[in-house]
Structures are given as C-alpha cells and as structure tokens.
C-alpha cells in the first residue's frame, strides 16, 4: 500500500512565496506613483488585464514542471 505524502509544506512555501511577490508588486507600483506625483489608478479593464496575464505567466509556469 502506498503512503500519502504530506504535502503541508509545499502550499506553506508557495503561499509564502506568493504573498512576499503580490507585497514586493504593491510596493513597487505605489513607489512608481509615488515618483509620477500621480495617484495609482487601476481601471477595471486594466484589473481584469493584470488578472489575465498572470493566469497565463502561471499556466506557463505549469506547462514548464510538467515538460520536465
């Protein structure tokens, strides 16, 4: 029969990962309207672009580990 493996510490790594990259992001785009002396304005159409291209920058992420 063969063991489950626990797999706690990679979603534990990853959820990490994930989180310190959405802050270093938020912190770089806030910094970039700091230097403009414009406000961050992000339009819903520019949400949704933002949403669409990470989808596909994490799908390409995935095709890779699976190539491999």
């Given at each position: ?30 910094k ?19 949403g ?17």
């Amino acid at each position: 029969m063969e063991e489950k493996k626990d797999n706690s510490l990679i979603y534990i790594i990853g959820g990490v990962a994930g989180a310190l990259l959405g802050v270093a992001v938020a912190h770089v785009l806030l910094k970039s309207s700091d230097a403009d002396e414009k406000p961050l304005q992000i339009t819903p159409q520019k949400g949704v672009q933002i949403g669409l291209h990470t989808a596909n920058f994490i799908r390409g992420l995935l095709s890779l580990i699976h190539k491999a």
